[in-house]
């Protein structure tokens, strides 16, 4: 099963991340040798996930922040928070990216290597290293404080390779093909392996005796292989054998042709699918060792306190029988005594009672009651008694603190067991999100079925009208400041009252009627053929806005948007009337215009839907529905949350 990234991984992952240029950078969060970067790209915010020696991959499924963060994510945070992401590079096809950013007038270099001693490594502009994550010797390198920077030592790019470069290679190798295209083309034993299958060359054959047609069959084995980077046609994927994940690629492979898939829109999605999986079974793993020793624990703690409690009521009782039996134990001592002072020896005297006497130690074990009450024969009764009651305080006294540790590692339990579901529940909930052409969009799906789409600016309101209104369709506006261009994506159907009713409802909640406080507004609706771009003779129109011609149709609508968290095929978070969004939605939360602004109610909404959850929701829930990600659904001005 895959552990880490390839060379060929890093190029493909890297060519992606090319989003995250001119990013903001956030915060940075830290789990050990994890590093998260939390970056803005045009509004939208993303996770950059970095685990040295590992991956590098955007993730949807961040782990929670420490509440004490570590002393190098504080350092990167120092440096690099509030920066531009500048450059994203791999350097020299190896599995070493440069992370470049500009902060103010400083400029900073992040480092991640994802080698077998994985490294992340924060660089000024001169590249001298500020601080690794790990300090280490590695041969000519020192990776540490203050050190110059050097990369690992380069090796051939397996893309830009020429036949003659390639046979140069074969003819100076000691190994056989496919150890040779692992090692010095730096691309892996399975792309290695590949290169062979393709190229129908044994690959135990060695590289030095490959004949000229066979080298050229491996140069354009080769280039076939790696020919979807170069032309970006790629096919993300999952490879499964026998139900379980093996693997994540970017593109096909031939030795995968009869396994099981699982496709991806890129391929950063399906490295964080892949091991964010993996990472949870290993959790649940370490969950379910931790489980073990805790019950073990508890079982041997019960045990312990019943010894406790029934050994200090055995001292209780012994105790009171020395006092119950003061006359019977004053004469067995005094016989004791008196023979002792005659003279007699310990052996005389255990031959003339029945009684188990220690000479050494002066004990006389004796039965009373069915107990043996051992007494020291240099005390008094009323001493013997009281040593009985000292032990049964001390006993006392540890069954209390073990009665402690016990409820603690009932509470541990409940943690883990808890801790456990989220783990368990968490694969089988994470749906993936698909990506649509409207989500950059407002937009909801009406009680008919039908996309309805809006506006969240001028810029947005002039795309929907050049790039995506359609004859069938059905224009929706109204007067107020600032308000969005609604689109209904009509068909053959027909759309009857139900959706123009919640498409005149989203209009007027997302004007600036919601911003002054009022509960309803008025909209109109017109045909795609009234609606133009080209003003009177003399006059001019701003982006965004549009001259309409004919009737309009007026309706008054309602202020009033929910939020809902739909778990179905795709998982989602929705904004629209309420009457469409409970149709699919799990959770909902209703808003109105109030006395909050967009902050507050973000947090209330986030914290209703974490509390309506089901256990085996929480963790999407955590993740899909934090304040950031409601900001998006909410109208402009403030709101508070209706009570039902």
């Known amino acids: 099963m895959k552990d880490k990234m390839s060379s060929v991984d890093v190029a493909v992952a890297v060519a992606e991340l090319q989003m995250l240029v001119d990013a903001r950078l956030d915060k940075v969060y830290q789990h050990e040798d994890e ?191 790696f020919e979807p980077i170069s032309s970006g046609k790629l096919h993300p994927h999952i490879v499964f054998a026998n139900g379980e994940e093996v693997d994540a690629l970017p593109f096909e492979l031939h030795q995968y042709a009869d396994h099981e898939k699982v496709y991806f829109d890129s391929f950063n999605e399906a490295l964080d699918e892949f091991f964010s ?23 041997q703690q019960g045990l312990a306190i019943e010894e406790f409690k029934k050994e200090e009521k055995e001292c209780i009782k012994k105790a009171e029988i020395i006092y119950t039996q003061y006359q019977h134990i004053e004469r067995i001592f005094k016989s004791i005594h008196d023979a002792r002072g005659q003279g007699s020896s310990w052996k005389e005297i255990k031959s003339t009672i029945e009684e188990e006497i220690d000479e050494v130690a002066g004990i006389l074990t004796i039965e009373l009651d069915g107990a043996h009450v051992a007494l020291d024969i240099q005390m008094g009764i009323p001493q013997n008694a009281q040593r009985y009651y000292q032990r049964a305080k001390k006993i006392r006294k540890k069954l209390e603190g073990a009665e402690r540790a016990l409820e603690q590692t009932k509470k541990d339990i409940e943690q883990a067991k808890s801790r456990e579901i989220e783990l368990k529940n968490a694969p089988q909930r994470r749906i993936r999100q698909r990506e649509h052409w409207y989500d950059r969009f407002r937009h909801f799906t009406s009680s008919e079925g039908f996309l309805v789409i809006g506006g969240r600016d001028a810029s947005t309101n002039e795309e929907i009208v050049k790039k995506h209104m359609e004859a069938s369709d059905v224009f929706f506006h109204t007067q107020a400041h600032g308000a969005p261009v609604v689109i209904i994506k009509a068909d ?132 899909m529905a934090s304040p950031d990600c409601i900001l998006k659904f909410l109208p402009p001005g403030k709101s508070k949350v209706k009570i039902s």
């Not at 450059?87 to 902060?103: N, T």
């Not at 290993?282 to 019950?295: G, H, N, R, W």
């Not at 909640?509 to 507004?521: E, L, M």
Request: with cysteine.
């Open 35 to 225: 590093i998260r970067l939390k970056v803005y790209a045009a509004k939208e915010r993303h996770d950059l996930l970095i685990k040295a020696g590992m991956l590098i991959c955007l993730t949807k499924y961040p782990r929670p922040s420490m509440k004490i963060a570590p002393s190098y994510s504080m350092l990167l945070r120092k440096h690099l928070s509030g920066g531009r992401i500048t450059s994203i590079e791999q350097y020299d096809f190896d599995r070493v990216i440069e992370i470049h950013v500009q902060r103010g007038d400083l400029k900073r270099i992040l480092i991640v290597e994802l080698l077998p001693k994985g490294n992340i490594i924060l660089l000024s502009e001169d590249r001298k290293i500020i601080l690794p994550l790990t300090t280490r010797s590695l041969g000519s390198r020192e990776v540490r404080r203050g050190e110059q920077y050097a990369f690992p030592p380069s090796q051939k790019d397996p893309i830009g390779i020429t036949e003659s470069e390639l046979k140069a290679l074969f003819e100076g190798s000691n190994k056989d093909l496919v150890r040779t295209l692992s090692s010095e083309l730096n691309m892996g034993g399975l792309y290695a392996e590949e290169v062979c299958i393709r190229a129908g060359v044994d690959k135990n054959t060695p590289a030095s005796e490959l004949s000229g047609v066979q080298l050229q069959i491996i140069h354009n084995a080769l280039r076939e292989l």
């Open 277 to 299: 999986r993996k990472a949870i079974k290993s959790a649940e793993s370490i969950k379910d060792e931790k489980l073990v020793l805790l019950e073990r624990t508890l079982n």
């Open 492 to 623: 053959e159907r027909g759309v009857h009252s139900s959706t123009l009713e919640e498409a005149a409802q989203f209009a007027v909640s997302y004007s600036s009627v919601w911003g002054a406080g009022h509960y309803s507004g008025d909209c109109y609706w017109v045909s795609p053929e009234q609606v133009s771009k080209t003003p009177p003779p003399g006059e001019y129109l701003p982006k965004g806005s549009f001259i309409i011609r004919g009737k309009r149709n007026y309706m008054k609508a309602p202020v009033g948007i929910a939020i809902g968290v739909e778990i179905n095929e795709e998982t989602r978070l929705m904004g629209g009337p309420l009457s469409a969004i409970k149709q699919s939605s799990k959770y909902i939360v209703e808003i109105e215009p109030g006395d909050l602004d967009q902050n507050q109610v973000a947090k209330e909404i986030s914290k209703i839907f974490f509390q309506k959850a089901d256990e085996k929701d929480k963790f999407l829930i955590k993740s």
